[in-house]
């Protein structure tokens, strides 16, 4: 039947792109800038390559709004690489980084950091199954702290910040990957910001570091060179061979971003996409979503059914009418729907009149 040819991907990352990103990516593959071969045939050291780079930043500054006193880094390695690459530069050996513990990916943040120095935990929602943000006017902050960790959208749990917080002196280090560029953020509030790009900008293996100046001079003498940000941004990002396809992809996903009228226009939609699977999923019990209201992601949105025969038949019919990608997170368990930018309007209607559906037919 014609209506179930369309697909639908709501995958919680690498996630869709939007088509006409694609197919520009697509032409440009037998010839980019006119000469004559790709971005991945040109060489890192080309004039051509260095403009590009600069330009992707120019882009990000100005979609941020960013301040001067920022730097701006793509490194390989992804989002996980992060985890020890942060210490190995902003942490002595003797040192304490605090961590905010919100859900899988702050746990892994911590279990990895706490290879490099001591981890304490400034607030956890463990106890409540990782179904809030603990308020920042009850976190235990040390002053000892060189930088307090927290994770903005747990990806897996649902759960995001929807303020940016007050962490004192303590410079705050923000893991954003799956939820980047989705919002306004007060940028001064923070001294790093790590974010993979597999989610609201393309590609994967990438990651986009932000970091104050003021922190720079403090990595560990047996930093990777070409993880040492210093080093890095001594060198024009170009210490190794950047991955210039993804920061390709990336640059046209800013351009693309800035056309749908930057970061306030863009939370705008994305909140009402959200607002529209939560109303289904509140209407009564029939579906409920772990996440309290007031802390739920308006990027990943996590809920559940009654038995696990349910979940299974949800995921089978969604996936014959072309819902794909359906499956909560391996360790959380349960559905979810992610909802990045580049998600349609026609996506979230098409889910919308299955979970009704679904719901009249099984409730
Ligand atoms: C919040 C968050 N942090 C870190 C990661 C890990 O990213 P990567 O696979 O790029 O290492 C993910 C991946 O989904 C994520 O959602």
């Not at 943040?109 to 400034?122: D, M, N, S």
């Not at 640059?251 to 749908?260: C, I, N, R, S, T």
Request: charged letters at 20%.
């Amino acid at each position: 039947m014609e209506r179930y040819n369309k697909k639908y991907n709501f995958a919680a990352g690498p996630a869709p792109l939007p088509e006409s990103v694609l197919a520009k990516a697509r032409a440009e593959l037998d010839d980019w800038q006119g000469q004559g071969y790709s971005i991945l045939e040109t060489p890192f050291s080309s004039d051509r390559f260095a403009e590009l780079m600069v330009q992707a930043k120019m882009r990000l500054r100005a979609l941020l709004n960013l301040p001067p006193g920022y730097q701006i880094l793509f490194l390989q390695g992804g989002a996980s690489a992060q985890f020890s690459l942060i210490p190995l530069n902003l942490l002595p050996a003797s040192g304490k980084a605090g961590y905010v513990d919100t859900g899988h990916w702050s746990a892994r943040a911590l279990q990895e950091g706490a290879r490099y120095g001591k981890a304490h935990i400034v607030a956890s929602s463990r106890s409540t199954g990782y179904d809030r943000i603990p308020s920042p006017h009850r976190w235990s902050l040390p002053q000892d702290l060189s930088y307090c960790h927290i994770t903005t959208n747990e990806t897996a749990n649902g759960v995001q910040f929807h303020a940016d917080p007050d962490s004192d002196d303590i410079p705050l280090v923000a893991d954003m990957t799956s939820e980047f560029l989705s919002r306004p953020i007060n940028i001064n509030q923070y001294g790093l910001i790590y974010a993979g790009t597999q989610k609201n900008l393309g590609p994967a293996g990438l990651v986009i570091v932000i970091i104050r100046e003021t922190l720079l001079g403090r990595a560990r003498p047996e930093t990777p060179r070409v993880f040492n940000y210093e080093s890095q941004i001594e060198a024009g990002n170009r210490t190794n061979t950047p991955l210039m396809f993804a920061i390709y992809l990336v640059d046209l996903m800013l351009k693309w971003l800035d056309a749908q009228g930057g970061l306030p226009a863009i939370q705008i939609h994305n909140k009402h996409q959200s607002e529209q699977v939560y109303s289904v999923i509140d209407q009564d019990d029939f579906y409920h979503c772990p996440a309290q209201p007031g802390h739920r992601s308006v990027m990943n949105l996590c809920f559940g059914l009654a038995s696990e025969s349910l979940r299974q038949t949800f995921l089978a019919e969604a996936s014959e009418r072309g819902l794909l990608n359906l499956s909560g997170h391996s360790h959380a368990g349960g559905l979810r729907a992610s909802l990045y930018n580049a998600q349609t309007d026609a996506a979230v209607s098409a889910l919308i009149d299955f979970m009704r559906d679904f719901r009249n037919r099984y409730g």
